[in-house]
């Protein structure tokens, strides 16, 4: 429901009307969002994945995205999940197994919580400098700097009421290449931090309102994506992969 701990394979967010070019032909992808006519959060979302290892501390999942309408190749991807002292490390590996080349993008649709009983009581930071606002199907229709702005989030503050479903770019990045984004509660408990690597180059944050109950504002979407919405058809940040060619992504979950 909502995409909760999806991967999203090969492209993360929407498709505007579900098409787009690939070298010059129009593609048709199927509308798996009736009420925007869009296609969204690409095509493993509901694949069967196979444990390919498992040890104590981690385990890696695969799936073949085969050719299909608006899409001419095969995906082999991996996602490792791995648990060592510093939190959780996901790492997703896709290689075009096909033989033509194909725009790529990922991203991970997890949804954070801090403890508190709906996200209203989250304290959240994110390094977001750029922001999108939208139209009424959640296609991009330009992204602005946040400062002076609500959307601004740098300095830790409360969500409140605030119904949030905003893509970030220009993410800020600490010393060691990773942007982060914190959670916690008013409190000033312990934290939940989501990390991004340097090929998550945008971050979707989803306060849940649109989600039936039980799970209305029950837990804070935050989505790292190496392009931001409706990117095949902007071209914003996609990765043209060709045959043979391979992309790696790794976010990652700290409880401190």
Same mark, same amino acid.
């Given at each position: 429901?909502?995409?909760?701990?999806?991967?999203?394979?090969?492209?993360?967010?929407?498709?505007?009307?579900?098409?787009?070019?690939?070298?010059?032909?129009?593609?048709?992808?199927?509308?798996?969002?009736?009420?925007?006519?869009?296609?969204?959060?690409?095509?493993?979302?509901?694949?069967? &994945?196979?444990?390919?290892?498992?040890?104590?501390?981690?385990?890696?999942?695969?799936?073949?995205?085969?050719?299909?309408p608006g899409w001419p190749t095969a995906l082999d991807v991996r996602v490792r999940y791995l648990l060592d002292d510093d939190g959780l490390q996901v790492t997703t590996t896709?290689?075009?197994?096909?033989?033509?080349?194909?725009?790529?993008?990922?991203?991970?649709?997890?949804?954070?919580?801090?403890?508190?009983?709906?996200?209203?009581?989250?304290?959240?930071?994110?390094?977001?400098?750029? &922001?999108?606002?939208?139209?009424?199907?959640?296609?991009?229709?330009g992204g602005s700097s946040v400062d002076g702005t609500g959307r601004d989030r740098r300095t830790p503050r409360p969500v409140g009421d605030e119904v949030i479903d905003t893509?970030?770019?220009?993410?800020?990045?600490?010393?060691?290449?990773?942007?982060?984004?914190?959670?916690?509660?008013?409190?000033?408990?312990?934290?939940?931090?989501?990390?991004?690597?340097?090929?998550?180059? &945008?971050?979707?944050?989803?306060?849940?309102?649109?989600?039936?109950?039980?799970?209305?504002?029950?837990?804070?979407?935050?989505?790292?994506?190496?392009?931001?919405?409706?990117?095949?058809?902007?071209?914003?940040?996609?990765?043209?992969?060709?045959?043979?060619?391979?992309?790696?992504?790794?976010?990652?979950?700290?409880?401190?």
């Open positions: 429901m909502g995409g909760r701990g999806q991967t999203l394979v090969p492209w993360p967010n929407r498709v505007a009307g579900a098409t787009y070019d690939l070298d010059g032909e129009p593609q048709q992808l199927d509308v798996t969002e009736p009420s925007t006519g869009c296609a969204i959060h690409g095509l493993a979302r509901w694949t069967v &994945w196979d444990v390919e290892e498992r040890s104590d501390a981690a385990v890696t999942l695969r799936t073949l995205v085969v050719p299909q896709a290689r075009n197994v096909g033989d033509r080349a194909c725009p790529y993008g990922t991203g991970h649709h997890p949804y954070l919580s801090a403890g508190t009983e709906t996200v209203d009581d989250v304290v959240l930071r994110l390094p977001g400098t750029r &922001w999108y606002a939208v139209d009424e199907r959640g296609i991009p229709t893509a970030y770019g220009d993410l800020e990045r600490d010393a060691d290449g990773r942007w982060r984004v914190r959670l916690t509660d008013a409190a000033g408990g312990s934290p939940v931090t989501l990390w991004g690597d340097a090929a998550y180059g &945008w971050l979707q944050v989803f306060s849940g309102d649109t989600l039936p109950e039980p799970l209305r504002r029950k837990g804070l979407a935050v989505e790292p994506m190496t392009c931001p919405p409706n990117a095949f058809v902007t071209g914003e940040g996609v990765v043209r992969l060709e045959p043979g060619d391979e992309h790696t992504a790794t976010w990652g979950l700290s409880p401190s």
